[in-house]
C-alpha cells in the first residue's frame, strides 16, 4: 500500500495549496470573516477535540447557528491542513434531497471551488462527486444503500447525521446499522446534529455520548396567536362555511354532514372550553364572536391574506416565511395572491415558493435579497422550518399543520392528513424570524391550542407501513426483520412489522420463509417503492417499458393534474378528455405526458398545460425521472439497449393494463354495480370511495370487474387516487407472485387460465416472455 499512501501524500499537499492560496485571496478572505461570525465557530475547537477523543458525539445548536455548513468542513479543513486531505472521507446526510444539494452548493462557494470537488453531493438518482470528493453531501437514503452493498462503510473517516431531531425513518434506520457498526470500525466517527434539545435521548442510546451545545444567537421573536390576530387584523372568521377552508374543503364537508354532536374534535372542544372558562371577557366582542366559531379546519387563506396585507401595510421591512400544509395549497394560495391588488402587485411584493419539488433556479431566489420596497413572501412547506434557511425573514406566518403520514396498522392503510403540528415545531417555525433583527410570529391558531399540541412529533418509523424498509433491513442480511428493528430508538408495533412481511410475500419479494427472492433482490436496488419497482420491471420484461415508465415516474412524483379548488369540475373535465374509455387514471396520465412532449416540440406546451389543468413543473419532473430510472434499468442489466426491443409491445393496451395489475396487485378493489351507482370494495372487504378527479369517478358504470389502485389514503373516509379497470384474467395472471415467482408448474396452470380466458394477445405475451422471464429469475 505504500504506492497508494504516496499519491495520497501528494495529493493532500495538493489540496493544502489550494486552500491555503484561496484563504488568502480577497474573497476568500471576506467568506471567513463570515464564517467566523456564526455561532458555531466559537465552538470549533472543542468540537474537533471531542470528535477526536470519542466515537460518537452529539451536537445540537439552533437552526442557522452553522451546524451543517460548518462542522463538517472544519473537519476537513482541518484535515487538510494537517496534510491528511486525501486521506479523510466524510459523509453528512440530511433528511431531504432539496438540502443535501443546497448545501453541498453552498459549501463549495465558501470553499471557492466548483461542485464536484473536495465537496459533492448524492441525492435519488442525481449527483454530483468526482475522484477528489472528500465531503459527501447525501440523503439518509443514499448512505443506506451503501451500506447494503458495503456493510463497513470501508474508506469513511467520519459520518454525520444531520437534523435527527425530526426522527425520519432513514435517520432512525441509520442509527440501527451506525450503532451496529461502530464495534466492528473503532476509527470511524459518528457526528449527530439536531436542532432542538432533546439530545439525551440520543446520547443514551449510544451509551452516553458527550453532548456540545451551540449557544446561537436569535432575536427575541414576538408570538400572536389567533386571538391578538384578529385583533390586529380587524379580520373576522365567518362560520364553518367558509369556502376556502384551509386545506380541508372535503374533510369539512363530511364534517358537516355528521351530527353536530360528532362534529367537533377534540381539540375544538378543548378551544370552546378554554374560550367559555378563561379570560373569554378579556377579548373584545367581535374577537369573542369569531373565537365562539372558531374551529381547526377554518382557518382560510382569507386570514393569511389579511395577515400578509397587515404586514405589507403596517409593519417594517423584512421578508415574510409563510408555513403551508403542502404544495397543493401554496399554488393555490399563491394564486389567490396573484390576484390580490397589493399583495399580487410585482412593484411591491416578490412573491416565492419553497417546496421539496422545486427547480433549482427558484431555489437561489429565495436566499437572495429583496430590491429595496419590495417584500419578499415566501410560501413554504416545513421544509423551511429547520432545514433550510432564509436570512431576511422577519416574520413569520404558522398555520399550525403539516401534512404528515401517519399509519393505521390496524387496517393497514397510510393516512395523510394535515395534522397539527408539535409544539417543538412551532416553536421551531416562530424562530426562523429572529435570524437579523426582532420579528414577530402569526400563529393562525389559539395559544390554547398550541397549548394542547403534543410536545415532539411521534417518529415516523411509528407512523408509516415499512414495506421499503423490510425489503432493504432484508437484504442487509442481518436475520430476522422483527429482531433487527427491535434495535430502533423507538421500535415500531409488531403488527406494522407484521403487515409489511405480509406484503412483500405477496408481491413476491420475499418467499415463504422470509427470505429475498430474485425480484426482492431488484427491488432492494431500486430506489422506488417495491410497488413501482415491481412494475418497471414487468414493463421491461414484457416489453412495453415506455408507457410504464411513464406511470412509474408520475406515480412516484405526484400526479400532474392540477385540481384548484374553485375550478375542480372544469379540471376534471380536462383530466376526462384523456381517458379515451379505458377506465383508466394511470393511461390518461400516458396520454398527458405524450400530448405534452407533442405540444414542446411544437413549442406550445405552455398552452397545452394551461388548456388542459397541468402541471408543467411536475411532467417536466416526469421527464427527468424517466431518463433516470432508464438509466437505472440499463445498468441493472433489465433493459436491451435499443428502445424499439423494449417497446415492441408498447400498442398493446391490455399488456400494458397486466403491468399495472402486477406492480399494483394487492391494491384492487371490486366494482359492486348498482342500478345507478356503483360502489367500491377492497379484497379486505373495507369500503372505498374514488377521488374525485379521477377519470373513473366520472363514469355511471365501469366495464370491468375490478380496478387497481396504487395508493389508498385515509381521510375521513378511504379513498383511492388513481386507479385502472382489469379483467378477471389480467388479476389471475399477474396479480400477486405468480408473475414473478411463476415456476414451470404456475406456467402450466396459466396456460389453461389463458385459454379459458381467451385473450389471445396477452396470452401469446406472457407465453412469448416465459423463457425470459424465467431466465431472469435465475440470475
Ligand atoms: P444550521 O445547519 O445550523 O441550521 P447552516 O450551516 O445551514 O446552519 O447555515 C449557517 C449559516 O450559513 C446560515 O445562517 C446562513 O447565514 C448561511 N447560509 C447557509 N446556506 C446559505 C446559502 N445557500 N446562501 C447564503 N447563505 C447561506
Ligand atoms: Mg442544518
Redesign the pocket.
Known sequence: GSVMEKVLQRQSLRMRNMQRSWQESPEGKKMLE??KS???FREKERLLKEIALNQVVVIS???????????PQYILESEIESGRGAFCNIICTQPRRI?AI??S??VS?ERGEPLGESIGFKVRLEGMKGKNTHLLFCTSGILLRRLLSDRNLSGVTHVFV??IHERGMNEDFLLIVLKELLPRRRDLRLIL?S?TLNAELFSDYFGGAPIIH?P?FTYPVRPHFLEDILEITGYKLTSFNQIDDYGQERLWKTQKQLAPHKRKNQITSLVEDAVNKSNFDSYSPRVRDSLACWSPDSIGFNLIEAVLCHICRKERSGAVLVFMTGWEDISCLRNQIKAHPLLGDPNRVLLLTCHGSMATSEQ?LI?EKAAPNIRKIVLATNMAE????I?DVVFVVDCGKAKETTYDALNNTPCLLPSWISQASARQRRGRAG?VQPGECYHLYPRCVYEAFSEYQLPELLRTPLNSLCLQIKSLQVGSIGEFLSAALQPPKPLAVQNAIEFLKMIGALDENENLSYLGKYLSVLPVDPKLGKMLIMGAIFRCFDPVLTIVAGLSVRDPFLLPQDKKDLAGTAKSRFSAKDYSDHMALVRAYEGWKDAEREGSAYEYCWRNFLSAQTLQAIHSLRKQFTFILKDAGLLEPDAATNNKLSHNQSLVRAVICSGLFPGVASIVHRETSMSFKTMDDGPVMLYANSVNARYQTISYPWLVFGEKVKVNTVFIRDSTGVPDSILILFGGKLSCGATPGHLKMLQGYIDFFMDPSLAECYLKLKDELAMLLQR
Open positions: 463570515f464564517r456564526l455561532p458555531s445548536g439552533e437552526t442557522g447557528c452553522g451546524k451543517t455548513t460548518q462542522l438540502s443546497a448545501v452548493e453552498r462557494t444531520d437534523e446534529m436542532a451551540i446561537g437561489k436566499f429547520a432545514s433550510i434557511t436570512n435570524r
